[in-house]
């Protein structure tokens, strides 16, 4: 469970340059849920699973995971709760660690990691475990070094490192946008079936409203920091993006500033 009660978040405070990435947002997220995240440019998407994962403090209001308030915890005590994918392929993994390598870090996090990534035989059949269903054949890679992947593959191993211990928060930040629309795809299916079978409770920040609204069992909207609407899963489940897209129209009574939503 994911609780955010009344959270403010000001960038560049009294400055010329000041905004309110986050105004007075309030959620609760419960166990399991699967939540996509939509909104235009610079709407709060990323500040709020910023704030989440301890990137920074917010300003006001309060974060509770699992019951524990975790306001004034710092990123890396988070980070034992929280496992994050980012847009770019290349910040997940460790280019000049093997695929072993990085998957034998992932399995300590949480712990004291000590000096080397040292790979036990035992782990190896679970690495293979879990690289097997990708269907990218990296089970049969595990010693190559990640910088030999591409992007794809990467973020494949990216998901499967994410998601190698458990996480009881998952962030996913437009985890997709870098990748070809194939490959994206699969990295979407993959995600899907991770949060499915580990019974996850994930946000998933899209500017893809298809999968915004085919993925996950509920969406936000934010606006200038806000949640603008909030379907559960029998509204998402009715709507098709243009209904969206007409929400959204008449909850602002604006036009959105950029068709990058549209045309995904
Ligand atoms: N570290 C920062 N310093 C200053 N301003 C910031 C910072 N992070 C975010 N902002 C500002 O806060 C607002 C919300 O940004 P955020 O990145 O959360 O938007 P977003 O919804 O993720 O947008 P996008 O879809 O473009 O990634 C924007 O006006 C942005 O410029």
Not at 6 to 16: A, E, L, P, T
Not at 57 to 69: A, F, H, K, P, W
Not at 146 to 165: E, I, K, P
Not at 183 to 197: H, Y
Request: hydrophobic share 40%; aromatic share 4%.
């Amino acid at each position: 469970m994911i609780e955010l009660q009344g959270c403010s978040k000001d960038f560049n405070r009294g400055g010329v340059n000041q905004v309110r990435a986050l105004d007075d947002l309030s959620i609760r997220i419960e166990d399991g849920d699967f939540v996509t995240v939509i909104g235009s440019n610079g709407a709060g998407k990323s500040t709020l699973l910023n704030a989440i994962a301890g990137t920074f403090r917010v300003d006001s209001g309060s974060i509770i995971i699992n019951g524990q308030e975790v306001t004034r915890w710092p990123e890396y005590r988070r980070a034992r709760l929280i496992a994050r994918v980012f847009q770019d392929p290349l910040l997940g993994t460790c280019p000049s660690a093997t695929i072993e390598q990085n998957l034998a870090l992932a399995l300590r996090r949480g712990q004291r990691r000590g000096l080397g990534p040292g790979v036990r035989a035992r782990d190896r059949q679970r690495f293979r475990e879990a690289l097997q269903p990708i269907g990218l054949g990296l089970e049969e890679r595990l010693q190559d070094r990640a910088g030999l992947l591409s992007g794809g593959q990467r973020q494949a191993l990216t998901m499967v490192m994410a998601t190698l211990v458990r996480p009881d928060v998952l962030l996913l930040d437009e985890h997709i946008a870098a990748l070809d629309p194939k490959t994206a795809q699969q990295i979407l299916a993959l995600t899907a079936r991770i949060i499915d079978r580990q019974r996850l409770t994930a946000l998933m920040v899209t500017h893809n409203m298809r999968h915004a609204l085919a993925l996950g069992n509920r969406l936000i909207m934010l606006h200038q920091g806000r949640i603008i609407l909030d379907l559960c899963e029998d509204e998402k489940r009715r709507l098709e993006v243009a209904d969206l897209l007409e929400r959204f129209y008449r909850i602002q009574g604006e036009e959105l500033a950029n068709d990058s939503m549209l045309l995904a």
